[in-house]
């Protein structure tokens, strides 16, 4: 009789606890973390040095880029390094780099297209358009070089070097998580410059995901 | 908010004052020795997971353990479960995909060893007990399946191009379990346990270049939230 009392009790507690238990295992089994939290960004980071000064690092006003069989130019200023994405559909990617040189040129506009050094009387005539802020020029004495338009109250003309930086690598599509989807992720293996006088290109870190910052890739140009 | 802490403090309650009546209980019996190594075996059908199935036709999840009860002290376990769940919907994914699918489903075995730690009365053969204890889990093949996941470069304008596998991989977790258990008629037991999960080891999948991680696992649930988990158990108490 007395166990029979002792069952019903327990049967009691069990049907008060489980409405309890059920609504809190409720709350907590159907937890999922469901925002991403994982950088999905993976670039390439190339940092720029001199090569008379392995050691020192170089700055730039702007230093323009594109990447070979794209639309689109990026214009980066004021930096020391640069972060570029790889196409995750080859295992090689060019990018066409365009380095300002010291030398620089002010000039006034004669007509829309025409532009005048103040100093050496040069004449420049608008040749392309890279953006809204950027524009080619061919020099008329040395036809083959290239300028950048920066307004100032002038037209400052800045003589650039381009080259075209060639990287292969390995890489690897990630599938991360359910709440963040895929990333690319690259392992390095060769980099360089394809013409000569530009600099030298090292791996200093091969591994490009998200986690690790360390510069991947060190430039070190001549003429700076 | 203050509705989840009633609840919290109601169950609070409830459990102390259970732990009251089995005190008292228990004192009022004398103090004994074991009369025998095995008294028997639990074997427990947990009802929470299919309960839930009910209202979430995305999760199903079915579990089953033995307990060995020795000397109404230790009691060693082995439990056996499967779980079904379709997480797609369950993750905020923050690019918009058609219908983007992440699906788990397989078994997970655990073992492991619970301490009763309320007075027993070592003359009944079947006592309300109140354990810790701790699980080792393990799901050995999982199988999971992903599909439609968008894989986007804008910058190289490459064609839009989605991700899509499916394989099996392995997970392996601990457990520190608490819970009660107490008889409701004769043989028959009822229970609940609250369980603290961590996760050891989800073996990614490296197919070619591809790179998969997983998010969930069958028994332990999501990798970075799925710490807690809950049984509530009916048992058949077998006499040896």
Known sequence: ?224 | MRSIFDYIWKIISVLLLFSVTMSVDAKSKSEERPQKTLYGVFVDADILHPIFHLFNHDRMGLNADIQIDLWHKLYPTLTIGYDWFNASDEYSYPIAANNNLYKVEGLYFKTGLLYNIWKKDYSKALNPMAFLGVNYGCSPHFQYTIENYPINNEYWSAKNTTFQANGHTTSHWGEVVGGVKAPIAKNFCMGFEVMYKFLLHIKDQQSGNNLIHQSYSPGFGDKESGMWGFRYTISYFFHL
């Open chain 1, 1 to 224: 009789m007395k166990v029979h009392r002792e069952n019903r009790t327990y049967q009691r507690i069990f049907c008060e606890a489980i409405v309890s238990l059920l609504f809190v295992s409720a709350l907590f089994s159907s937890c999922v973390n469901d925002h991403c939290n994982e950088n999905m960004y993976a670039p390439l980071n190339i940092g720029f040095y001199s090569e008379m000064d392995t050691s020192q690092q170089v700055g730039f006003q702007f230093i323009v880029t594109q990447g070979v069989g794209t639309d689109t130019a990026i214009l980066a200023t004021n930096i020391f390094d640069i972060n570029l994405t790889l196409n995750p559909n080859q295992n090689t990617s060019l990018f066409a780099m365009g380095f300002p040189l010291p030398e620089t040129d002010w000039c006034i506009q004669e007509e829309k297209n025409h532009f005048t050094s103040v100093s050496t009387g040069r004449s420049y005539t608008l040749n392309g358009t890279i953006n809204d802020d950027i524009y080619l020029f061919n020099d008329q004495i040395e036809d083959s070089k290239k300028f950048l338009r920066m307004e100032d109250s002038f037209f400052v003309f800045q003589k650039i070097k381009f080259d075209t930086l060639k990287i292969t690598y390995d890489c690897t599509l990630e599938f991360v998580s359910a709440e963040c989807g895929c990333r690319n992720t690259y392992k390095l293996k060769t980099a360089g410059f394809i013409h000569q006088g530009t600099g030298e290109a090292i791996i200093s870190n091969p591994l490009i995901d998200s986690q690790n910052n360390e510069k991947h890739i060190r430039l070190y140009l001549e003429n700076y």
